[in-house]
């Protein structure tokens, strides 16, 4: 672990949230991953803060009302990670590499709760 990098302990296990110290070049999985999240169609999905595409939040839909708040969204993308989802753990590693530092802290305080 890097001092630029924080852990994150979940049930037992700790996971390494890395810091965003260099910015990142979105590639072609991630842009299938997006397009992947908004087909599962669950209530949820990935967007890009101020309309730039440096920066990405995990939040609910609201017109589809399946979750009462974003942090209800960002427990169950946790949840199917847990269960063994991969695109779900894909959004956990892209949001990792691509939410701000005060998403990702968001995130972590979520999840760990």
């Given at each position: ?45 990935i ?8 920066e ?58």
């Amino acid at each position: 672990m890097t001092a630029e990098s924080s852990q994150l302990r979940i049930d037992g296990a700790t996971t390494i949230l890395p810091s965003k110290s260099k910015p990142h070049t979105m590639n072609t999985q991630d842009i299938e991953l997006i397009d992947q999240v908004t087909k599962l169609n669950e209530g949820w999905a990935i967007f890009s803060c101020y309309g730039t595409t440096s920066e990405w939040r995990i939040e609910r839909i609201d017109e589809e009302m399946v979750f009462a708040t974003d942090g209800d969204a960002i427990r169950h993308v946790f949840k199917m990670s847990l269960y063994g989802s991969k695109v779900h753990a894909n959004v956990l590693e892209f949001m990792r590499r691509y939410g701000s530092a005060t998403e990702n802290l968001f995130i972590s305080k979520i999840i760990a709760n």
